[in-house]
């Protein structure tokens, strides 16, 4: 770790605002040469759109940026990289086909020419990737026949090989397995000695404290404090500075479930996906509302969709008793399921709101010889329009028109039309406002109270918290903990989720 001042990098007041919503205010940030700056925060927290300003992507509204001692302007992707400001995103961009030494110069002066001699380029970006990585890597190999980690030290070596001032991480070790977290910590530390300043943005707080030499935390696109390990901060200080002391973990009305609600009818069963998820095992009872966390990179990102058929995967997920082989299937067995994604995945923009909650059910709203009653289409729309207090309340109204709330309560209303009784919502309330996600969160309670059953997969704790009778937490693609409703809280969550401590001890009840 670098000591003293030797300042690098300074953002001072950085302002960024989407219209009248306020993305970050008066936000600080400080890098010193040779330093693993640590950047934490909840999701929303401001992360992402900080440096995306730092790389060129979006444009702040007012402060400075300040670079080796001098206040400098930065409108483009361009102009930080010429500035020595370089970014390896979690998604790696590479091309499968290449050889290493291809990828590592593509688009330089040593990929181009006819007479280029293949031999010496291997050798020299054998040794380029030795230089600035430590580590050795056979450059004749294909991209795609390397691990996740021999992809991203091609990444890391492309970044140093333009002698950049700054490095920044963003969620490097999400993908990766143990012994490539190592792999990585053993470069970014030989690049920290070479005296590159380096941002490294990561949810795996226990990864921070053995990597990092500072730790600066954001919420609500605002500095709540900075870290230090080595100083004697703990996880726990760092955790309570993400979440504040204004966690307001709200509760539901409905009766909880108990123990016995009789034979589950939705069940995984050493569920896979390849790189993804290891050995899922969860059970979902009539009346139980079961959710599932962890963080970005956990896992939990295709979960839903490997439940529901739209993603292959491994071991068993069965409906009613039948297993889940298709989208089609899960649905004709009375299954529901909002997406993530509502814009890809979950509304019909150019439809109106009758017809996207009309949607799923259109055997239910036909008449002789398969044409639809509209007089039974508009009541039932109408009637689930005035429920969920969708707005504006017009059933002719077109989709693409309505609020991010109103949006996902239309495509929740298209189930509760279909009369679903098992649901699997995949970050029900992302980007949902306040109003319309109490309205959300109370039909959901009401249909788990009515009987129905409910997988939630979220990111949301507060969220996951209020709603579930049991809370699973997802560490590297392996269920580590489960947490019944009376011991879940957003700090035992986090913790869990960020460090894996029961990683030995899987769907082990972990006490208060």
Same mark, same amino acid.
């Given at each position: ?33 040779? *330093? ?10 401001g ?10 992507? !979006? ?9 080796? /001692?001098?206040?400098? %302007? ?5 102009d930080?990289?010429?500035?020595? &400001? *370089? ?9 499968g ?7 590592? !110069? ?10 280029r001699?293949e031999?010496k ?16 890597l056979d ?7 390397? %691990? ?8 890391i ?17 999400a +993908? ?8 990585? $910590? ?11 300043? &380096?941002?490294?943005?990561?949810? !795996?707080?226990q990864?921070l ?6 730790i ?12 230090? $390990? ?17 966690v307001n ?9 108990s123990?016995?609600?009789?034979? +589950? ?7 896979s @996906?390849?790189g ?5 095992n969860?059970?979902? =009872?009539?009346?139980? &509302? ?9 896992g &939990? ?15 068993? =997920?069965?409906?009613?008793g ?8 899960? @649905? ?15 509304? $019909? ?5 009758? *017809? ?8 239910? #709203? ?33 989709? %693409? /028109? ?13 189930? #509760?039309?279909?009369? %679903? ?6 970050q029900?309330?992302s ?9 959300i !969160?109370?039909?959901?309670?009401q ?21 579930a ?9 392996r269920?580590?903990?489960?947490? +019944?409703?009376g ?5 035992k ?5 960020s ?7 899987? #769907?082990?009840e972990?006490?208060?």
């Open positions: 770790m670098t000591t003293g001042s030797n300042e690098l990098l300074n953002m001072r007041g950085i302002n960024k605002s989407f219209g009248t919503v306020s993305v970050l205010e008066k936000v600080e940030l400080k890098l010193r040469a040779g *330093e693993v700056l640590g950047l934490v925060g909840e999701n929303g927290a992360k992402s759109t900080l440096i995306k300003i730092l790389t060129g992507l !979006y444009t702040l509204d007012s402060g400075e940026i300040e670079l080796a /001692g001098k206040v400098v %302007s930065i409108r483009r992707p361009a930080a990289e010429a500035l020595g &400001i *370089e970014v390896i995103h979690q998604d790696r961009h590479l091309a086909r290449l050889t290493v030494a291809e990828q590592l !110069y593509l688009g330089t002066s040593k990929s181009a020419g006819l007479w001699n031999r380029v291997q050798a020299a970006a054998r040794a380029d990737i030795l230089r600035t990585t430590g580590q050795e450059a004749a190999a294909f991209v795609d026949e390397l %691990s996740v980690a021999q992809q991203q030290l091609i990444q070596a492309r970044a140093v090989l333009a002698e950049p001032k700054v490095l920044i991480l963003d969620e490097p070790t +993908p990766l397995a143990n012994e490539e977290v190592e792999q990585l $910590f053993g470069t970014v530390r030989h690049l920290r000695d070479q005296g590159v300043g &380096i941002i490294f943005i990561s949810h !795996y707080l990864e404290q053995s990597i990092t030499d500072r600066t935390v954001l919420r609500n696109g605002k500095n709540v404090g900075d870290a230090s $390990f080595a100083a004697g901060d703990s996880i726990e200080d760092v955790i309570g500075l993400m979440l504040g002391n204004q973990e709200f509760s539901h009305q409905r009766t909880q479930a123990t016995n609600t009789g034979d +589950p009818v939705l069940e995984l069963a050493e569920l @996906v390849h993804k998820l290891n050995g899922i969860l059970t979902v =009872a009539p009346g139980e &509302i079961v959710a599932v966390t962890g963080l970005l990179g956990s &939990i990102e295709v979960l839903a969709d490997a439940v529901t058929g739209n993603l292959a995967h491994t071991g068993s =997920a069965l409906l009613h039948k297993a889940v082989t298709s989208a089609a299937g899960f @649905v004709s067995r009375s299954g529901a399921y909002v997406p993530s994604n509502r814009h890809h995945d979950g509304i $019909f923009l150019r439809n109106t709101v009758r *017809e996207n909650i009309a949607a799923a059910s259109l055997h239910k #709203l036909g008449r002789h010889l398969g044409l639809l009653d509209p007089r039974k289409e508009r009541e039932v729309s109408k009637e689930l329009v005035q429920r969920l207090d969708i707005r504006p309340a017009n059933v002719e109204a077109i989709a %693409s /028109g309505l609020s991010g709330g109103n949006q996902q309560k239309s495509v929740l209303a298209r189930w #509760l039309a279909k009369g %679903s009784d098992v649901l699997v919502l995949d029900p309330t980007g949902v406002d306040v109003g319309s996600r109490a309205h !969160y109370a039909q959901i309670s249909l788990a109270q009515d009987g129905a059953a409910a997988l939630v997969v979220s990111v949301d704790l507060e969220e996951v918290v209020g709603l009778d049991r809370v699973l937490v997802l560490y590297r693609g269920i580590i903990a489960e947490l +019944p409703a011991q879940a809280s957003t700090e969550i986090l913790q869990l989720a460090s894996g401590q029961a990683a030995q001890n899987p #769907l082990e972990v006490n208060a």
